[in-house]
């Protein structure tokens, strides 16, 4: 169940789609990773599931992506009447070098998708668009100064990237960036950034957030479209074996190591990218390619992970050690 939300600071509120959640938990999108089965799988263990709309290739496939997530959430709602699937997201890249944006818009509208979650820019028109249909709309930021500009152009929540998020992330430590979040926004807040364990998630909540965002435990499981050998190399690796960079992108994220070994690159002598070349959309360009298909971005939480589960096991363990937390805090351990 969720856990009341702290009602000092700021006026704290959630809109309802977001109040429902049953356990305090966003899956992050995962580019090329996430799919409908993952997005399913999360919903109907309680969490939000969510799917970046550039996964789907061709464009037309995000409109039979989405009738198969809305029928199979709906399905499970008549016969789980006392347990209805969360919610679920899609993440658009706003971005310039996004040539699809205003087709997937329309497709998004067609289903009205309950969270829109926005990367790469804050643009009121998209915001305007999903708040047309009764969405909402959760904005990723690295830093107060973009999060003051997210809410400016009427973003409904915050994403704090923080320091260790897996892909493009922050410098900034986490308790810092919600603190200073915290003394201005009182609404929807999910937190990212190495967190991958159901302790980490209550930690989340005990400094402000609303949420844990989470994604790079969810690519070591069945679900997720992620080869073998990434999955296994999430078990395999923890915190030292991720490498900060913006050398694929134009934007500084984290990677694993040993992806970039085996393009037969040396990690720890990456050159600096020209962050003006940036492309997060097409992934057309050998180097966006190597991104997000040699190179595996991850977060320094997976030491966390060390086996590949289905989502729905993953989610019951983070329950579990949520509720281990929880006692051993009242209990004053």
């Given at each position: 169940m969720r856990t009341p939300i702290d009602t000092t600071g700021p006026d704290r509120t959630l809109p309802p789609v977001l109040k429902n959640v049953a356990f305090p938990v966003i899956?992050?999108?995962?580019?090329?990773?996430?799919?409908?089965?993952?997005?399913?799988?999360?919903?109907?263990?309680?969490?939000?599931?969510?799917?970046?709309?550039?996964?789907?290739r061709p464009a037309a496939q995000l409109d039979e992506w989405l009738a198969e997530i809305t029928e199979a959430l709906a399905a499970h709602d008549?016969?789980?009447p006392d347990a209805p699937a969360a919610p679920f997201a899609i993440n658009q890249i706003v971005h310039r070098s996004n040539d699809r944006l205003e087709h997937d818009m329309q497709v998004c509208a067609k289903y009205k998708v309950p969270i829109v979650i926005t990367s790469l820019g804050a643009r009121e028109d998209?915001?305007?668009?999903?708040?047309?249909?009764g969405g909402v709309v959760l904005h990723d930021v690295i830093n107060n100064v973009f999060a003051h500009k997210a809410i400016e152009k009427g973003a409904d929540g915050l994403i704090p990237v923080a320091a260790g998020a897996g892909g493009h992330a922050s410098v900034k430590s986490p308790f810092a960036m919600v603190a200073e979040i915290r003394e201005w926004f009182g609404g929807p807040l999910a937190l990212s950034g190495a967190i991958s364990s159901g302790g980490a998630i209550?930690?989340?909540?005990?400094?402000?957030?609303?949420?844990?965002?989470?994604?790079?435990?969810?690519?070591?499981?069945?679900?997720?479209?992620?080869?073998?050998?990434?999955?296994?190399?999430?078990?395999?690796?923890?915190?030292d074996d991720i490498v900060y960079s913006n050398f694929y992108?134009?934007?500084?994220?984290?990677?694993?190591?040993?992806?970039?070994?085996?393009?037969?690159?040396?990690?720890?002598?990456?050159?600096?990218?020209?962050?003006?070349?940036m492309n997060f959309a097409s992934g057309d360009g050998d180097a966006a390619a190597k991104a997000w298909k040699d190179i595996w971005g991850c977060g320094q939480g997976i030491g966390a992970i060390r086996e590949v589960?289905?989502?729905?096991?993953?989610?019951?363990?983070?329950?579990?050690?949520?509720?281990?937390?929880?006692?051993?805090?009242?209990?004053?351990?």
């Open positions: 899956g992050a999108p995962l580019f090329i990773i996430s799919n409908p089965k993952l997005v399913i799988a999360q919903c109907q263990a309680g969490v939000v599931g969510a799917m970046p709309a550039l996964n789907a008549r016969t789980h998209v915001n305007q668009g999903v708040h047309a249909w209550l930690a989340a909540q005990a400094i402000g957030a609303d949420f844990a965002y989470i994604g790079s435990a969810f690519i070591a499981t069945d679900e997720a479209r992620a080869v073998a050998g990434y999955k296994q190399m999430i078990t395999e690796s923890n915190s992108t134009g934007v500084h994220g984290n990677y694993l190591k040993s992806s970039i070994r085996n393009a037969g690159i040396d990690p720890d002598n990456l050159p600096q990218s020209d962050p003006s070349q589960v289905p989502a729905a096991a993953l989610v019951a363990r983070f329950k579990r050690e949520y509720a281990e937390a929880r006692a051993r805090i009242c209990a004053g351990e």
